[in-house]
Nanobody, 127 residues
Framework: VQLQASGGGLVQAGGSLRLSCAAS????????MGWFRQAPGKDREFVSA???????????YYADSVKGRFTISRDNAKNTVYLQMNSLKPEDTAVYYC??????????????????WGQGTQVTVSS
C-alpha cells in the first residue's frame, strides 16, 4: 500500500491544522493507519491511530500529549485518514508521518506495528 500525506504548514500557537493521508494500492493489506511525529534530535513518536474491522469508523488511539486536542478520523470511500489538530503548541512542531499496517492491540502505538509509511509533512507551530 502507498501512503501520501499532506496538510502540514506553519501556524501560530493555539491554531489548527488538518493532515490527510491517502492510501492507494493494496488497501486490504492494512486494517489500521496511524500518525507518528519526529522533532529534531528526537525519536519518532506515536501520535494517533485508527483501527477498523470493516466499513466505516474504527477504534481510535491517542498519545496522552495530544488527547483532547487532536482527532483522527477515516473516510472509507476515499481511503483517507485525517488528523485534525487543534490548540496547537510549539512542542507539536515536528515532521508528521502517516503509517499503515495490521498492528495488534499491543503494537498499535509502536512503529513496528506498521509496514507502510508515507513521506513526512512538516508542522511548525510558532509561539
Amino acid at each position: 500500500v502507498q501512503l501520501q500525506a499532506s496538510g502540514g504548514g506553519l501556524v501560530q500557537a493555539g491554531g489548527s491544522l488538518r493532515l490527510s493521508c491517502a492510501a492507494s494500492g493494496s488497501i486490504s493489506s492494512i486494517h489500521a493507519m496511524g500518525w507518528f511525529r519526529q522533532a529534531p534530535g528526537k525519536d519518532r513518536e506515536f501520535v494517533s491511530a485508527i483501527r477498523w474491522s470493516g466499513g466505516s469508523g474504527g477504534t481510535t488511539y491517542y498519545a496522552d500529549s495530544v488527547k483532547g486536542r487532536f482527532t483522527i478520523s477515516r473516510d472509507n470511500a476515499k481511503n483517507t485518514v485525517y488528523l485534525q489538530m487543534n490548540s496547537l503548541k510549539p512542542e507539536d512542531t515536528a515532521v508528521y508521518y502517516c503509517a499503515g499496517g495490521r498492528p495488534i492491540l499491543s503494537t498499535i502505538r509502536s512503529r513496528g506495528g506498521y509496514h507502510s509509511w508515507g513521506q513526512g509533512t512538516q508542522v511548525t507551530v510558532s509561539s
